[in-house]
């Protein structure tokens, strides 16, 4: 269970800011700060766009689908609101200090729930079944795609962005490999999808009082309703 915990807290970081929180922490524990080290999950709802937004536009356009056997991996989610319920109390109980905590919802669902209740609150047509193991092969065929396409974007975003005003034809390639990449989950996504873990809350609901507020049903709903409100669904 531990290397399988630790192989999901490698991808989810992949999505979000690799190494950063833990250089912050390193920081604060030189410097003698009291630190509280917090791990949250799936992070999902308002301003989520790794988990919420981007899911959304994958949904939206029609092209994404549940993953049979290889969605079957849980999915560990936890609404905003709550991941901001466990900072307030980390920051208030003197027994937190030194304490590294798991902060998740109460409810574990599957991926290809995950997607199929999403695409449900955002009112869309049911989802299709997808076979994983072309989509697998199209991820590894595309992946030096996306590294020469970071590359691209890193060294030469101005040039490219003059080129696609300039150029019409230029600018649908780029769409068209742009929409193309959104709606090819990478291999380490897949591998996420079909990993059986959990992670236990007991340690924060004894020393921290933690307790989740939001179901995911209505925090999906909350979520659709923000998408919606903010003009994201296109």
């Not at 466990?86 to 109980?93: G, L």
């Not at 003197?94 to 998740?104: H, Q, W």
């Not at 929409?179 to 996504?189: A, C, G, M, V, Y």
Request: proline residues 5%; aromatic residues 12%; hydrophobic residues 45%.
């Amino acid at each position: 269970i531990a290397s399988e915990a630790e192989a999901v807290a490698k991808l989810i970081a992949a999505e979000i800011l690799p190494g950063v929180g833990r250089y912050a922490g390193e920081q604060f524990i030189d410097r003698g700060v009291p630190v509280v080290v917090l791990r949250p999950t799936i992070i999902y709802g308002p301003f989520s766009y790794t988990w919420t937004v981007s899911f959304a536009n994958r949904l939206w356009s029609g092209q994404w689908g549940t993953f049979g056997r290889a969605g079957e991996g849980k999915c560990n989610l936890v609404y905003v609101t709550d991941v901001v319920q466990a900072i307030y109390r980390a920051m208030e109980s003197d027994d937190a200090i030194g304490g590294t905590f798991n902060v998740n919802g109460d409810e574990i669902i599957t991926w290809n729930d995950y997607f199929s209740r999403f695409n449900q609150a955002l009112g869309r047509p049911p989802l299709r079944a997808l076979n994983a193991w072309p989509i697998a092969v199209k991820s590894r065929m595309i992946s030096p795609v996306r590294v020469a396409g970071r590359f691209a974007l890193t060294r030469f975003n101005s040039t490219l962005m003059q080129l696609n005003a300039k150029s019409s034809l230029a600018a649908k390639y780029m769409k068209v490999t742009e929409s193309s990449l959104k709606l090819t989950p990478t291999s380490d996504q897949l591998k996420l999808y079909g990993l059986d873990v959990e992670y236990p809350l007991d340690r924060a609901r004894d020393q921290l009082g933690y307790a989740p507020q939001v179901g995911v049903s209505q925090g999906l709903e909350f979520g659709a309703a923000w998408l919606r409100q903010q003009g994201l669904l296109f």
